[in-house]
């Protein structure tokens, strides 16, 4: 059965107010249920890194984990890696997968530590233990990409499969997203709090997975409840962000949204999946916008949601 068409001049709008504000866009891709997709390039289509837009599909690897019975959110992370008993700081006992998720273990806000000299290959596992906590776990918000990673390496310990192979048969491969490239750690791992490389159109079949609450053609490869969970648990990140769209909290590694529940997968520079459920819609961006990446999800609100209703 066929499906209909979204007009071309759906963006026209929004090219506008993008070139008005001079943001620097790639492509946008529009996906509306019962629509065939819409998409608009900038830029001659690449495959690009998506940034902290990795980190949400992490925690969709921990929601399939959890499915397969490998762990519990509740579990403590120190217990999936005994080895790291002896040098692990205080504290390091309370922390579990789901403070993580919630980038509430008690690190202070940080990205990865990169070696001066090359000849070094600092352990990102050792290193995140070793460290002392900023602040009692569970009880503040504080950006942290070595919390995502530790998700990875959790996977990677109870499956046998690092990120990357894990998520190939699971995801990638039913999403037709081929040759994933995802940055390693100095150690051989991958990052999984950023690094992962995608085509725009590739991004956006991830963002309608999400919206379609883990359904991929029929099929399910993960369960809707762990996807509610992602967008509906949520924790306060007011005091930790000044831009309003990072201010309406935090829940598995995705940000809930202004507009009325929506929420996202969120990369540097302006990598977003954004889902609106109540409008079944799901819109993915790429761009280079260093100054203003959230008014380019100001100008979707603007320009585009409206032409969709």
């Known amino acids: 059965m066929s499906r209909s068409t979204l007009p071309a001049s759906l963006f026209d709008g929004f090219r506008?107010?993008?070139?008005?504000?001079?943001?620097h866009l790639r492509q946008i891709h529009v996906y509306l249920e019962g629509y065939e997709p819409l998409?608009?390039?900038?830029?001659?289509?690449?495959?690009?890194?998506?940034?902290?837009?990795?980190?949400?599909?992490?925690?969709?690897?921990?929601?399939?984990?959890?499915?397969?019975?490998?762990?519990?959110?509740?579990?403590?992370?120190?217990?999936?890696?005994?080895?790291?008993r002896a040098i692990a700081a205080p504290g390091m006992a309370k922390i579990r997968l789901v403070d993580l998720l919630h980038m509430r273990s008690g690190k202070g806000r940080s990205l990865f530590?990169?070696?001066?000299?090359?000849?070094?290959?600092?352990?990102?596992?050792?290193d995140f233990f070793r460290r002392p906590l900023k602040h009692e776990v569970n009880t503040v918000f504080r950006y942290c990409n070595y919390n995502s990673y530790l998700l990875g390496r959790t996977i990677e310990k109870v499956s046998g499969q690092n990120l990357r192979d894990y998520l190939d048969e699971r995801l990638f491969q039913p999403l037709r997203i081929a040759n994933v490239h995802w940055n390693l750690c100095p150690c051989g791992h991958p990052l999984a709090a950023t690094g992962l490389y995608l085509k725009t159109e590739e991004f956006a079949r991830f963002a309608r997975f999400l919206l379609q609450e883990?359904?991929?053609?029929?099929?399910?490869?993960?369960?809707?409840?762990?996807?509610r969970e992602m967008h509906e648990d949520l924790v306060p990140t007011a005091e930790d962000f000044e831009e309003e769209e990072c201010q309406q909290g935090y829940g598995y590694q995705v940000?809930?949204?202004?507009?009325?529940?929506?929420?996202?997968?969120d990369g540097l520079?302006?990598?977003?999946?954004?889902?609106?459920?109540?409008?079944?819609?799901?819109?993915t961006l790429t761009a280079r916008e260093e100054?203003?990446?959230?008014?380019?999800?100001?100008?979707?609100?603007?320009?585009?949601?409206?032409?969709?209703?």
């Open 16 to 23: 506008l107010a993008c070139l008005e504000k001079h943001l």
């Open 39 to 84: 998409m608009h390039a900038f830029l001659e289509p690449t495959r690009e890194n998506i940034y902290s837009g990795s980190k949400t599909f992490t925690s969709v690897a921990v929601g399939m984990a959890v499915d397969e019975g490998r762990f519990s959110l509740e579990d403590h992370v120190l217990d999936f890696f005994p080895e790291m």
């Open 113 to 126: 530590h990169y070696p001066e000299d090359p000849g070094q290959h600092p352990d990102y596992l050792e």
């Open 214 to 227: 883990g359904v991929w053609q029929d099929k399910r490869l993960l369960s809707a409840d762990y996807i």
């Open 255 to 265: 940000w809930k949204c202004t507009h009325k529940n929506s929420w996202r997968a």
């Open 269 to 283: 520079y302006g990598q977003f999946a954004l889902i609106y459920p109540d409008e079944r819609v799901a819109i």
């Open 291 to 309: 100054l203003a990446p959230y008014e380019i999800i100001a100008c979707v609100n603007r320009e585009i949601l409206p032409r969709l209703s």
